[in-house]
């Protein structure tokens, strides 16, 4: 698998770039300023046929004629040329390449699927392996390198995504970023006119650095391959995917979006069944059970124990991880006791844990500590975890109430908040926050940069929770 031909274009030394010059209102001139940008510590070659130099960097008119050796190219060229630069990269010993042009076999009539057809006879011809055509890129955190027109991923070990559209890879960078999650690689397969969604399920099993994949599918060009991909993949670290070519209008836009020949929706989820990937309802439930996925340990039964500090969020996150299929069982006598000991009278202890008001906001990761190593739960979801915002209002009144706050909300935010987001790595039981505050908020901020999932409604967090057990009833 090290010899994976996804492997060098993932990683490469070196890059030839076909279709950037010195205008930056033309496609390939934005990806290669954006590629100098990502700090890629490999060796650049322009290669264009007038351009002396590009961007400050020396330029060639072909392949043939770059003086060093060349790992990966990246091809954003007219339609039309894009067979005869293939050739150029064969007799130049180059056999990887990442084709971003568009024009080909996506657009209905004979002329784009030709010259699609005329693409894999050449590369075949010079053992060249691509992705593409009509891509949009890709990103490699480890190798510094972003070929797409947008700004670098939320970088680290994390998730891997691969999809057949190539907006979902990179214009979701923001919205990862705004979730906490870390992004190890994207890849966006275009039309799959060589290597395909297959292909990076294979590629992505040995990739120490991606700990969760998630996957865009318009369509699933060889089942078996896919299948039997995914199920190595799988052993290794979970996988999630979304399928949109199960409606009428969904198939449609797949044909003429990257040439996808869908199914219907009950296929799909036969073959996402029997591949061992957890299917996705939408983009927003695709990224959130790919990053719970990817930070918290699974979830061995199905147990949830609620902890509050207010009784409407509690009752909400109760009431939706049963409707979802979860458990919120009473606790034990003895489990009740030993949390009356912490909390003030007016606290509830059956499960939802309903602390009620009190400013030690450390009993969270007391409770909670507690709650984990009793036995009783299997998974927990927290509510109660606020900024300074509420401060202010209280200033306007009592001046001195920043400072009487200060003593609880250092604590707080210097040790509660770090404490209970490393519960979940510390004891082996999966824990996540419901909370109206945005990923601004700064014990949100902290609680997701240490590992925790933090989601804006109780729906969110039970479907994250079934999530992490429908993956260990699927390993077991």
């Known amino acids: 698998m090290k010899d994976h031909p996804l492997r060098k274009i993932m990683h490469p030394r070196s890059l030839a770039f076909y279709g950037a010059s010195n205008n930056i209102l033309k496609m390939g001139s934005i990806l290669m300023a954006n590629l100098l940008a990502s700090d890629f510590q490999g060796s650049i070659y322009p290669v264009h046929l007038k351009e002396k130099q590009v961007m400050n960097l020396q330029a060639y008119p072909r392949a043939q004629e770059i003086p060093h050796p060349v790992d990966v190219a990246v091809l954003v060229l007219p339609t039309e040329v894009v067979p005869e630069a293939l050739e150029d990269l064969g007799q130049a010993g180059i056999q990887r390449a990442v084709i971003i042009s568009g024009g080909f076999g996506e657009i209905p009539g004979g002329e784009g699927g030709r010259l699609q057809k005329r693409l894999v006879e050449v590369a075949r011809e010079h053992g060249i392996r691509f992705i593409g055509p009509n891509c949009i890129g890709i990103f490699s955190h480890d190798a510094s390198l972003n070929t797409t027109p947008f700004g670098n991923a939320p970088g680290g070990k994390g998730i891997a995504f691969a999809s057949q559209s190539g907006a979902f890879t990179c214009q979701t960078y923001e919205l990862w970023r705004k979730l906490g999650a870390s992004i190890n690689q994207t890849i966006s397969v275009g039309n799959e006119a060589d290597l395909d969604l297959a292909d990076c399920l294979e590629y992505l099993v040995e990739e120490d650095n991606v700990t969760s994949v998630c996957l865009y599918i318009e369509s699933i060009r060889r089942p078996r391959q896919f299948i039997r991909a995914a199920r190595r993949l799988v052993e290794a670290k979970p996988v999630t995917a979304i399928y949109v070519g199960g409606t009428e209008a969904g198939a449609r836009a797949s044909l003429s979006h990257t040439a996808a020949i869908s199914g219907s929706e009950e296929l799909y989820d036969g073959i996402l069944r029997q591949a061992g990937i957890a299917k996705a309802k939408d983009v927003e439930e695709l990224f959130d059970i790919t990053w719970t996925l990817a930070t918290l340990p699974p979830m061995k039964g199905d147990r949830v124990a609620v902890i509050t500090n207010s009784g409407g969020p509690g009752a909400s996150m109760a009431y939706q991880c049963e409707k979802a299929g979860l458990r919120v069982p009473s606790f034990s006598a003895a489990l009740q006791d030993k949390l009356h000991s912490l909390l003030p009278p007016t606290a509830y202890c059956v499960n939802p844990v309903d602390i009620t008001y009190a400013l030690n906001l450390l009993l969270l990761r007391d409770i909670a500590q507690i709650i984990f190593e009793s036995g009783e739960a299997d998974a927990a979801l927290i509510y109660g975890f606020f900024g300074k915002e ?66 804006s409604s109780a729906r969110r967090c039970a479907r994250a929770l079934v999530a992490l057990r429908n993956r260990s009833r699927a390993m077991q």
Do not use: C, W
Request: zero cysteines; glycine letters at 8%.
């Open 390 to 455: 509420f401060v202010s209002n209280l200033a306007k009144v009592f001046p001195d109430a920043i400072e009487s706050f200060a003593g609880v909300q250092s604590d707080f935010f210097l040790t509660g908040v770090q404490e209970i987001a490393l519960l979940p790595k510390q004891l082996g039981m999966p824990a996540a926050v419901l909370s109206f505050s945005g990923p601004e908020s700064e014990p949100n901020r902290i609680i997701m940069r240490n590992g925790m999932p933090v989601f």
